[in-house]
């Protein structure tokens, strides 16, 4: 497949869009989420929940090898619904040591696919350390209310300016298509 081609950017964009989409739906109706949920999973018995999170880790595997979005706020919702007793320590912990190999699998296929920009890469290194330092600090003194609501509404931001993109982009090129056939 050419990863440069319109249809994979296409699908790129649309899969980026819907995964950004819905991890802001997940930051801002979380709490109706896990209530509605919980007690229908809780009944769950062990192989089907078993079965069931082996099915949220696939799609999160595909959710972030072709947007890299959905790993953390999808995988910690999906976690929680499916295992309402556990710790929420022990959810976040087993959301973050999945993420690690999950993304990091992810990164090799794109570096083998040819798909990665090593300038980009050692540049969010170097951005990463302060970004760590300051999210922290900030965190442990934001009310988390605050912090999901302005991560979901960043999300939906970016989300609102690719799709517009993509559909002001889709008219051009059907506008230009006709006249090119006309």
């Known amino acids: 497949m050419n990863l440069n081609s ?9 899969v980026l869009c ?4 819905a991890t802001a739906g997940m930051l801002i109706f979380r709490n109706n989420i896990v209530a509605t949920y919980r007690t229908h999973f809780t009944e769950l018995d062990p192989r089907r929940k078993a079965i069931a999170t082996v099915i949220v880790g696939a799609l999160l595997g595909v959710l972030v090898s072709i947007s890299s979005v959905g790993a953390g706020a999808i995988g910690v919702m999906a976690l929680v619904i499916l295992y309402p007793r556990l ?23 794109h570096w083998m696919i040819g798909t990665v920009d090593w300038h980009i890469i050692g540049a969010m290194l170097v951005g990463s350390l302060p970004g760590i330092f300051l999210g922290s600090y900030l965190a442990v003194r934001v009310p988390e209310t605050a912090l999901r609501m302005l991560l979901a509404a960043t999300l939906l931001l970016v989300a609102s300016k690719l799709a517009f993109d993509y559909v002001d982009q889709s ?7 006709k006249r090119a056939i006309n």
């Open 6 to 14: 319109a249809a994979a950017g296409s699908l790129i964009t649309i």
């Open 18 to 21: 819907g995964a950004l989409t």
């Open 87 to 109: 710790p929420v320590a022990t959810i976040v912990g087993s959301d973050i040591a999945h993420a690690v190999p999950l993304t990091l699998i992810a990164g090799i296929g």
């Open 171 to 177: 008219s051009l090129t059907t506008a230009f298509t």
